[in-house]
């Protein structure tokens, strides 16, 4: 590789590594907001736990981030060297557009590599460690769940709120009991309580003293114009509160997407050697698609990497943009046209008649394609 090619390439390089870490930033903050944040916030996972569920969602976002990040990167080099009049002085010293753009595609051939890896390594196994962490992060102090001048929704069925709360002591304590319709059928407040967790049932179980309930009419609970039944007691019958929705006591259940290449392969031959009836066969034919689907899309967003710089040469050179932000908003564009057919081909898999499994390649064909003919015009002109 000779000093131009080294030119070229740390630039692209540096320019590439810095936008998948902008994107991979912008991913893992949306997940960390959306999963993360309410338990941090609520002090039910410590910082440092909270630190490493960060470092495990940045290796799981990868998978989206690498492209983009090199449509981004090289878009922003090109630019700003054609911007320089840097391309039109390589190409008047003779040097081709195939060969200027060499080390370009060397770089995303190692991108595409990386690419395979962590979609079918990386990915899979920081994603069932950052599902298994959390679980056992959350499942260490489950009473946690229930926050101090908080109305808890997490549960299924009940409202609950506690004014104050000392380890497994709770004073002035408010519960909601809900129909299928999220209606209060039964109010319960209760001067103090206990609460501990069912290890068996993954249930928390609160003891509840000097409680007053009031119930509510079951078919119309939000008729006030009855009378409403109310009671006193001294000690209710404990009442339960399940946690399955936060957590599950069983391990992790391993999806799709998170299945390296070996465990993709090996429920295709599960499926594939399964005999089933005729009734079931449509089913059938729709769960073998899901793992061909699976499988050819962690292919093809590697393979985008090699698409995306392949487009990005011609455009780079083409638009002749200095600005960052124009160059950004062309990759964002690029990137979300793509995403969004790969997307309209997933919805249908549950239609293998329709092949999605092979038009889940088209997204790449078009990119492929049009880049090879900006290429071919530019290199002609």
Same mark, same amino acid.
């Given at each position: 590789m000779n000093l131009l090619d080294r030119y070229i390439f740390k630039s692209v390089l540096f320019a590439c590594a810095a936008a998948v870490g902008l994107f991979a930033f912008v991913?893992? #903050?949306?997940? =960390?907001?959306?999963? %993360?944040?309410?338990?941090?916030?609520?002090?039910?996972?410590?910082?440092?736990?909270?630190? &490493? @569920?960060?470092?495990?969602?940045?290796?799981? =976002?990868?998978?989206?981030? !690498?492209?983009?990040?090199?449509?981004?990167?090289? @878009?922003?080099? #090109?630019?700003? !060297?054609?911007?320089d009049s840097e391309i039109t002085a390589m190409r008047a010293s003779g040097i081709s557009l195939p060969r200027l753009a060499r080390p370009i595609l060397i770089l995303a051939v190692l991108g595409g590599l990386f690419g395979l890896y962590v979609n079918f390594? @990386?990915?899979?196994?920081?994603?069932?460690?950052? &599902?298994? &962490? !959390?679980?056992?992060? =959350?499942?260490?102090?489950?009473?946690?769940?229930?926050?101090?001048?908080?109305?808890?929704?997490?549960?299924?069925?009940?409202?609950v709120y506690v004014s104050e709360i000392q380890g497994p002591e709770m004073r002035d304590i408010w519960l909601w009991m809900l129909d299928d319709q999220g209606r209060a059928t039964e109010l319960i407040r209760a001067q103090s309580g206990h609460v501990d967790y069912d290890n068996e049932a993954n249930d928390l179980v609160v003891s509840l003293q000097k409680a007053q309930i009031e119930h509510r009419d079951d078919k119309n609970p939000e008729d006030f114009s009855e009378p409403v039944l109310v009671g006193s007691t001294a000690q209710t019958r404990p009442v339960r509160l399940s946690l399955d929705q936060m957590f599950s006591r069983s391990s992790v259940r391993q999806k799709l997407p998170w299945m390296t290449y070996g465990e993709l392969r090996a429920e295709q031959a599960r499926l594939a050697a399964q005999t089933v009836p005729a009734a079931e066969q449509k089913q059938h034919a729709r769960d073998e698609m899901k793992v061909t689907l699976t499988i050819q899309e962690k292919f093809?967003?590697?393979?985008?990497?090699?698409?995306?710089?392949?487009?990005?040469?011609?455009l780079g050179i083409k638009v002749s943009r200095r600005e960052t932000s124009a160059n950004l908003g062309v990759a964002v564009l690029l990137a979300l046209g793509y995403y969004f057919l790969t997307t309209a081909v997933s919805w249908i898999d549950r239609h293998p008649e329709y092949r999605p499994d092979l038009?889940?390649?088209?997204?790449?064909?078009?990119?492929?394609? !049009?880049?090879?003919? %900006?290429?071919?015009?530019?290199?002609?002109r």
């Open positions: 991913l893992t #903050l949306g997940n =960390v907001i959306r999963d %993360l944040l309410p338990y941090i916030l609520s002090g039910r996972i410590a910082l440092p736990m909270a630190f &490493e @569920l960060v470092l495990l969602t940045i290796a799981s =976002v990868a998978t989206y981030a !690498l492209p983009i990040g090199i449509l981004t990167g090289v @878009l922003l080099t #090109l630019g700003r !060297l054609s911007a390594r @990386l990915m899979p196994s920081a994603k069932i460690k950052y &599902e298994r &962490e !959390l679980a056992q992060a =959350v499942r260490t102090d489950p009473i946690r769940f229930i926050q101090p001048k908080t109305f808890v929704r997490d549960f299924r069925g009940v409202v093809n967003t590697a393979l985008a990497v090699l698409s995306f710089a392949l487009l990005a040469i011609p038009l889940m390649w088209l997204p790449n064909a078009i990119f492929l394609t !049009l880049g090879l003919r %900006l290429f071919s015009r530019i290199e002609k």
